[in-house]
């Protein structure tokens, strides 16, 4: 197995979430989304900066609860991109494109939730933007003790 620095696979997903043509692709890439958070938060809370690793702890259990989710119809968690993350080079752009990723998944899902012809579906998909909305929060305030600790403040 190829495995990938953190900023390669946020931009494949990125990349395949653009092309999703269908409701189910653009769940699946949603679903790939929280996989990655789950990973990069897991990684930084191991190794990453001492100072964002409680953060990266809780925004790993956040990415951990939207994939398991029962209802999910994303991929099966083997075929999670993220389970290719070897390393995080540069913490602080890893974060800036996963923020950027979620905001892209939570407009895609919100396109899905307003034209949704199933309740079990409309559902689904709010818990979903909800999962991306906590999560794009613990990123930015990961980013914000980044920017503290880089300008000498305190985190």
């Given at each position: 197995?190829?495995?990938?620095?953190?900023?390669?696979?946020?931009?494949?997903?990125?990349?395949?979430?653009?092309?999703?043509?269908?409701?189910?692709?653009?769940?699946?890439?949603?679903?790939?989304?929280q996989?990655?958070?789950?990973?990069?938060?897991?990684?930084?809370?191991?190794?990453?900066?001492?100072?964002?690793?409680?953060?990266?702890?809780?925004?790993?259990?956040?990415?951990?609860?939207?994939?398991?989710?029962?209802?999910?119809?994303?991929?099966?968690?083997?075929?999670?991109?993220?389970?290719?993350?070897?390393?995080?080079?540069?913490p602080?752009?890893?974060?800036?494109?996963?923020?950027?990723?979620?905001?892209?998944?939570?407009?895609?899902?919100?396109?899905?939730?307003?034209?949704?012809?199933?309740?079990?579906?409309?559902?689904?998909?709010?818990?979903?933007?909800?999962?991306m909305?906590?999560?794009?929060?613990?990123?930015?305030?990961?980013?914000?003790?980044?920017?503290?600790?880089?300008?000498?403040?305190?985190?």
């Open positions: 197995m190829v495995t990938l620095d953190a900023v390669h696979l946020i931009k494949a997903t990125r990349h395949a979430l653009v092309e999703c043509s269908s409701v189910r692709e653009i769940l699946a890439e949603a679903w790939q989304a996989a990655l958070v789950e990973a990069v938060g897991r990684h930084l809370a191991e190794s990453g900066p001492q100072l964002v690793r409680p953060e990266a702890k809780a925004l790993s259990e956040v990415g951990g609860r939207a994939c398991r989710s029962p209802e999910h119809l994303g991929p099966s968690p083997g075929a999670a991109r993220a389970a290719r993350l070897s390393e995080i080079q540069d602080k752009c890893a974060l800036t494109d996963l923020a950027g990723l979620l905001v892209e998944a939570g407009v895609a899902l919100v396109l899905v939730a307003v034209t949704a012809d199933q309740q079990g579906l409309y559902w689904h998909v709010i818990e979903a933007i909800d999962a909305d906590e999560s794009e929060d613990r990123v930015t305030a990961m980013l914000r003790r980044l920017a503290v600790h880089e300008h000498g403040g305190a985190a």
